[in-house]
């Protein structure tokens, strides 16, 4: 029996949320369907996807800033290879692969196009004909997609106030997490230079402006005044990099504040004794996921669909986004009062094994291909 043919299309390779769940659904859906991954660019995603033994195609054209001529290009390219591979199922990934995606798709004759919303980037601090144009372009777009899948019902929510699409083609489907393998916790400290008697607070994102890490280094300068002995340690890559390494240099935090990449940043989790993300725009991250299997303390900003995910003094603190007294008040908080960092960690590893598994988010988006 011939297997049905789903093309996953994301906007870039580069590692991240979006990235991470569509590896999560080609890995443990190739032996039901045959599978195609495309992306802008050559970086980690298509590397992965090729390990697991799942055809890739680099997308040479296809970029995250708006750029007509290449967006005109990305458009032909993906347009080609829908008509090239036939599938069954065209399952795009984040904006301008979900706004490209859904007219080159139909153009090309693709039956059912579905689309996961990782959130919408009329949301992001951008200039406001930006988040007109975005707005615009997801409006024009919905009425080619068959489903739109949302991560966060903040997203399903932001969508039906801002009347994009039919109400009824909008759902929500939480990202969920499988066990993670990780180093112990002296491993993964050696690995990191970091020394063992220490208290650090950890990190794990893109240096993208969306993740509000400029807010934790200003929030950090305010803690080691308290704490002297502190340390903190954010894992990931990206375009702010130089500005954040400026930041904690200008603060003078450089014994204390510590960033690089690290690939499998997850299997480090251990090192930490706190987590802490200060989002200013979020999906449903899985790095909060993660930091809740592991059996962390966590910190994080109300926005996006975390309020989803941390119910505030029940699993873990919410703190006001842009806002770095907020998340120094609360690590303060936490370093006063361990046995209520215990109690928050312990719920919220008991609440991400029975609300956020990979199996459930698998079941329910087979059941959008299916339907």
């Given at each position: 029996m011939t297997k049905p043919k789903i093309l996953y299309l994301i906007t870039q390779s580069e590692w991240g949320g979006a990235q991470r769940y569509i590896f999560d659904l080609a890995n443990n859906l190739k032996n039901d369907y045959e599978i195609t991954v495309?992306?802008?660019?050559?970086?980690?995603?298509?590397?992965?996807?090729?390990?697991?033994?799942?055809?890739?195609?680099?997308?040479?054209?296809?970029v995250r800033e708006i750029s007509p001529a290449k967006d005109i290009l990305a458009y032909f390219e993906i347009k080609k290879l829908a008509k090239l591979i036939k599938p069954d199922i065209l399952h795009l990934n984040s904006s301008k692969a979900g706004v490209l995606g859904?007219?080159?798709?139909?153009?090309?004759?693709?039956?059912k196009i579905i689309y996961t919303v990782h959130g919408f980037s009329f949301n992001e601090p951008m200039a406001k004909w930006k988040k007109y144009l975005y707005l615009l372009a997801e409006k024009l777009s919905a009425k080619y997609k068959d489903k739109i899948i949302c991560v966060s019902e903040f997203d399903r929510q932001t969508g039906i106030k801002n009347k994009i699409g039919d109400q009824k083609k909008l759902i929500t489907i939480h990202n969920g997490v499988g066990q993670i393998e990780l180093l112990d916790k002296n491993q993964a400290r050696q690995l990191l230079n970091l020394p063992p008697d220490k208290i650090v607070i950890g990190t794990i994102a893109n240096?993208?402006?969306?993740?509000?890490l400029n807010y934790l280094i200003s929030a950090a300068n305010e803690v080691i005044k308290n704490y002297?002995?502190?340390?903190?340690?954010?894992?990931?890559?990206?375009?702010?990099?130089?500005?954040?390494?400026?930041?904690?240099?200008?603060?003078?935090?450089?014994?204390?504040?510590?960033?690089?990449?690290?690939?499998a940043g997850n299997r480090y989790l251990l090192a930490f004794d706190y987590y802490v993300l200060?989002?200013?725009?979020?999906?449903?991250?899985?790095?909060?996921?993660?930091?809740?299997q592991t059996g962390l303390p966590i910190i994080a900003t109300n926005v996006g669909g975390i309020p989803e995910i941390i119910k505030d003094g029940q699993n873990g603190l919410l703190v006001n986004p842009a806002?770095?007294?907020?998340?120094?008040?609360?690590?303060?908080?936490?370093?006063?009062?361990?046995?209520?960092?215990?109690?928050?960690?312990?719920?919220?590893?008991?609440?991400?094994?029975?609300?956020?598994?990979?199996?459930?988010?698998?079941?329910?988006?087979?059941?959008?291909?299916k339907n």
């Open positions: 495309a992306a802008g660019g050559e970086d980690e995603l298509l590397k992965e996807i090729n390990e697991i033994g799942v055809r890739t195609f680099p997308l040479k054209n296809l859904a007219f080159a798709g139909k153009h090309a004759g693709v039956k240096f993208y402006p969306t993740k509000g002297p002995n502190i340390l903190f340690r954010l894992i990931g890559f990206g375009q702010l990099e130089n500005e954040l390494r400026q930041q904690i240099k200008k603060l003078n935090l450089e014994n204390n504040f510590f960033i690089g990449k690290l690939l200060p989002s200013v725009k979020e999906g449903f991250p899985y790095a909060i996921l993660e930091a809740m806002d770095p007294k907020s998340i120094t008040n609360a690590i303060d908080y936490l370093m006063k009062n361990q046995g209520a960092a215990d109690r928050l960690a312990k719920q919220a590893k008991i609440d991400v094994v029975k609300n956020f598994s990979l199996e459930k988010m698998l079941i329910e988006t087979k059941r959008v291909y």
